[in-house]
């Protein structure tokens, strides 16, 4: 069994969708053809994927279906946290109820007794030292760092009461945890608090953005870009 991640899948596969991806660039071109058949090759049933927000540019439930339909058909099991782009996102108990092989992630920490390890993640945001980053953003990044909180908790408290030992942690999050800078963040604190061991993010595109990405080890914490147009839209395996 093993655990993939990938980020910003930008589907728009509902006929009411106009969101043509190829005008950023090649890497976009058929982009989620290339995802379908690098996961249909590498990817079991048995296995775990992570997609690490900006699912689908629907902008309510409906106009998303098509698109959580098609990751829904391909093999393995999938968790889904959300990014900026994802309008259609509702309740995760009510997005929790659709379908048998997927987990809409949000405050909470999912175990996968096969791994022995938690996925815990939330969307993020940009963080202080970013570029014109104001009261309005400290907010909502004071408002996702908590959340992360609480899935970490929830991490804890799961194997407190199974095993009473520290669980294992991957987390997803959908902005990268540092600025342009890789400066620290409230989200790098908490991972390395909480032992995390992987965080797997996107969110950032084209080359000048990916050279600004946080790679490597920080508090004992290694971090990933899985943003489809760099991994060449082929789910990374992590672990």
């Known amino acids: 069994m093993s655990i993939f991640a990938i980020g910003d899948l930008h589907l728009s596969l509902d006929g009411r969708i106009n969101k043509p991806m190829d005008i ?25 994927v992570i997609i690490c927000g900006d699912i689908s540019w629907g902008l309510r439930l409906d106009e998303a279906m098509e698109d959580l339909r098609w990751i829904s058909r391909l093999p393995g099991y999938k968790i889904i946290t959300k990014g900026n782009h994802d309008l259609w996102w509702t309740s995760t108990n009510r997005l929790n109820t659709l379908f048998d092989n997927i987990y809409f992630l949000q405050n909470k920490a999912i175990f996968l007794e096969k791994e022995d390890v938690y996925i815990c993640g939330t969307r993020g945001w940009i963080t202080p030292g970013t570029r014109d980053f104001d009261a309005h953003d400290e907010k909502i990044y004071n408002r996702e760092v908590l959340r992360l909180k609480m899935s970490l908790d929830d991490a804890v408290n799961q194997e407190k009461e199974r095993t009473g030992n520290k669980p294992r942690i991957i987390s997803a999050i959908h902005y990268p945890p540092t600025n342009d800078k ?12 909480y032992g995390v061991s992987t965080c797997v993010f996107g969110h950032l595109h084209g080359e000048k953005e990916h050279k600004q990405a ?25 672990f």
């Open 24 to 48: 950023f660039g090649d890497r976009w071109e058929n982009h989620h053809l290339r995802v379908e058949r690098s996961w249909l090759k590498n990817i079991k049933e048995e296995d775990t």
């Open 182 to 193: 890789a400066q620290g963040s409230g989200f790098t604190d908490l991972m390395a608090r």
């Open 214 to 238: 946080i790679s490597g080890v920080l508090g004992g914490v290694k971090y990933r870009l899985v943003a489809l147009d760099y991994v060449e839209a082929q789910p990374v395996k992590i």
